[in-house]
């Protein structure tokens, strides 16, 4: 794995992702620190970034505490469970680029709520 960054979410604990060193995990680095606002969807929290990074390997189904980037909609994606799409996998409503790993506990993003203010920078 590559780099670690800081996710601050307003009414929840701060959450540490190490992103790997693929192309689309550097174009993120490179546009931080950047604010957001954050949306849920099931045991997702994923907000869009002022960022035109490139597609990797996309994939249909992540696990627990994946964090990924959703090119369409141009957003960083954290897993800490199932999606209203999931089956007996967590799937994402479309293809996305598994980017890196929440370290640490993915469940402290259960606090996170629809418009809550995002921030994130290196560390």
Not at 10 to 21: A, H, K, M, R, Y
Not at 45 to 51: A, D, E, I, K, N
Request: net charge negative; aromatic share 8%.
């Amino acid at each position: 794995m590559g780099r670690r960054i800081a996710v601050e979410i307003t009414g929840c604990p701060q959450v540490e992702v190490e992103l790997d060193d693929g192309r689309t995990a550097k174009a993120i680095v490179e546009a931080l620190p950047v604010e957001a606002e954050a949306a849920r969807w099931g045991d997702e929290v994923y907000f869009s970034l002022p960022v035109d990074a490139p597609a990797g390997h996309e994939v249909d189904a992540v696990n627990v505490g994946d964090v990924a980037w959703w090119g369409p909609g141009k957003a960083f994606c954290l897993f800490f469970g199932p999606t209203p799409v999931s089956d007996h996998r967590i799937r994402p409503a479309s293809p996305v680029t598994v980017v890196g790993r929440v370290v640490g506990d993915p469940r402290a993003l259960e606090a996170a709520r629809d418009g809550a203010e995002v921030r994130l920078y290196p560390l």
